[in-house]
Every structure is written in structure tokens, then in C-alpha cells.
């Protein structure tokens, strides 16, 4: 009996091994760039616009959310929601540290005031 138990618990042991690595993917996750501002030039934000819009396909990224006006449900964030779509981490980080968005970048932060996270999107287990 107490063999059975212990092997029980060794079978256990590797089939919560086999389902987290099941969990984890042969890819990366996508990366996220998640930007939430108000504008407070709008001049300042048009160049900023006009430069740093046509980038993110130039690093597998692609604006998968953009409202210069979204409506808050809780807490108080500010206006203007914009998401961007990588297929990593690391290339939306490649894009947000690039010569060309860093000048583009300028321009926004000039202009608006409030945060960008870059993040990690998450991987459902596989089926």
C-alpha cells in the first residue's frame, strides 16, 4: 500500500510538470504597449502623431486599440487609450527604445501628460 501511495504521488508530481509545461508556449506571448494621457498641446500632439504613426508595423506592431476619448467605468484614468500589439515583449520594447519612435516620443511627452506600460499578454494553456 504504501508503494501505491508513493507512486501515486510520483505520478502526480509529473503530470502537474507535463500540464505547466504545457502551459508554458512554444512562442513568446504577445507584447503589449499600453498608453493612457490627456492632451494638453494639441499642436505638440499632432507632430508627435505624424511621426510615430506610421512605426509600429516596422516592428511586427500593430494599434489595436486607439480613443482619444474613452469612457472610464472605475477609477479616474485619463483620456485619450491606446493599445499597441507586438508579437513580443522584447519587439515592443525594441520599438519603444528605436531612434524613431525615441524622437516621436518626445513630441508626447511634450505634450500629454499621463503613462505607458509595456506588458506581456496573456497565453492560455494549450487544449
Do not use: C, H, W
Not at 479616474?76 to 522584447?90: L, N, R, T, Y
Not at 501628460?113 to 494553456?125: H, K, Y
Request: aromatic residues 10%; positive net charge.
Amino acid at each position: 500500500m504504501k508503494k501505491l501511495v508513493i507512486g501515486a504521488a510520483a505520478v502526480a508530481a509529473v503530470t502537474i510538470a507535463l500540464a505547466a509545461t504545457g502551459y508554458a508556449q512554444d512562442t513568446d506571448p504577445p507584447g503589449y504597449m499600453i498608453a493612457n494621457y490627456t492632451i494638453k498641446d494639441q499642436a505638440g500632439y499632432d507632430r508627435y502623431m505624424q511621426a510615430a504613426g506610421p512605426l509600429a508595423p516596422k516592428f511586427g506592431g500593430r494599434i489595436i486599440v486607439f480613443n482619444l476619448n474613452a469612457t472610464a467605468v472605475e477609477g479616474e484614468p485619463k483620456k485619450v487609450m491606446a493599445i499597441a500589439e507586438f508579437p513580443s515583449v522584447a519587439d515592443a520594447r525594441r520599438f519603444y527604445n528605436s531612434p524613431e519612435y525615441s524622437a516621436a516620443r518626445k513630441f508626447r511627452t511634450a505634450s500629454t501628460e499621463g503613462s505607458v506600460i509595456i506588458t506581456e499578454g496573456f497565453v492560455s494553456a494549450k487544449q
